[in-house]
């Protein structure tokens, strides 16, 4: 079963229907969706921007001090500016995945967003981690601009029911280590391989059976997925797109793009098939198994 575990659904750019289409095309079985973060927004066709992300990742990989600045710089004044500015949503709308599961639930999972900061978010938690087809938490510490210490009670929360948090980490110094150090039966997957620490990340999750990393964005290129997959082993890793993301024309999604980095990897079929799937299905076990193999 091939699973895509990170996919924001905003029908504004992409309808869920298209994404089924593209799906079936990648035989990509069940997406797991994250409600919108911050307003629509597309890629553009621009040489300067290519540049820039490249420099970026270089940055990154090498001179992570200046690369963090370049990255905290996207979020200010409560605007992600990535190829214009956009406004970000404090509160998520988690009902916006909801309703698309009860759509399509033979397709579809769910991340329940939280913003720790938002008492109202908190308290409406487990009322989505009750609704079938929801698996576990995804977070943004990145874009809601604040310390992990403050999913302090959530990652509690996860740990004891046995489920799994998803996380876009700021540049908050060692970040990565706090969740795993104080809750060691949590089962953390950091977005984006772990942007914006990657190797050292990496070095981290060697020593940590429960944090993971996943293929999704384009932050990413197939080498530094490469990368992570030698450095973490394919039990590690687990592919996601992060469309809609990284899509330049209306309601098109192209799910063979993000795949084939995996599909490339030099390591036998059957442990890709771990990254493209197994992996995932082995974080959220004690989830409700019945309604997420059958819908």
């Known amino acids: 079963m091939i699973i895509d575990c990170h996919f924001h659904v905003d029908e504004t750019m992409l309808t869920l229907e298209k994404m089924i289409e593209?799906?079936?095309k990648n035989n990509v079985e069940k997406t797991v969706l994250i409600p919108p973060l911050n307003e629509t927004m597309y890629e553009?066709?621009?040489?300067?921007?290519?540049?820039?992300?490249?420099?970026?990742?270089?940055?990154?990989?090498?001179?992570?001090k200046i690369g963090?600045?370049?990255y905290d710089?996207?979020?200010k004044d409560g605007y992600f500016k990535v190829n214009g500015s956009f406004r970000i949503f404090t509160e998520p709308n988690n009902d916006i995945v909801a309703n698309a599961i009860k759509r399509y639930p033979d397709r579809f999972l769910g991340w329940a967003a939280i913003n720790p900061t938002v008492p109202e978010s908190v308290e409406t938690l487990e009322t989505y981690l009750n609704l079938p087809g929801f698996v576990g938490v995804k977070a943004h510490p990145f874009m809601h601009k604040y310390s992990i210490k403050e999913l302090d009670s959530i990652g509690a929360?996860?740990?004891k029911r046995d489920i799994p948090m998803i996380i876009h980490l700021s540049s908050e110094a060692d970040s990565y280590k706090y969740l795993p150090d104080n809750y060691p039966n949590l089962k953390v997957i950091y977005a984006h391989a772990g942007l914006p620490f990657w190797k050292s990340l990496w070095q981290y999750a060697m020593e940590k059976p429960n944090v993971y990393v996943d293929t999704s964005s384009d932050y990413l290129t197939p080498s530094i997925v490469r990368n992570v997959v030698q450095e973490l082993g394919y039990r590690k890793v687990?592919?996601?797109?992060d469309?809609?993301?990284?899509?330049?024309?209306f309601n098109e999604y192209d799910y063979s793009d993000k795949k084939s980095w995996v599909d490339s990897l030099d390591i036998p079929e059957e442990h890709k098939e771990?990254?493209?799937?197994?992996?995932?299905?082995?974080?959220?076990?004690?989830t409700d198994l019945a309604f997420i193999q059958n819908g």
Not at 238 to 241: A, E, M, N
Not at 243 to 249: E, S, V
């Open 238 to 241: 687990l592919y996601g797109c």
């Open 22 to 24: 593209e799906m079936d």
């Open 68 to 70: 963090f600045k370049i």
């Open 243 to 249: 469309g809609p993301y990284g899509m330049k024309k």
């Open 73 to 75: 710089g996207l979020v």
């Open 157 to 159: 929360l996860c740990q």
């Open 44 to 64: 553009k066709e621009s040489t300067y921007q290519d540049n820039l992300h490249r420099l970026f990742r270089f940055l990154i990989m090498n001179f992570p």
């Open 274 to 286: 771990f990254i493209l799937g197994k992996n995932f299905m082995n974080l959220i076990k004690s």
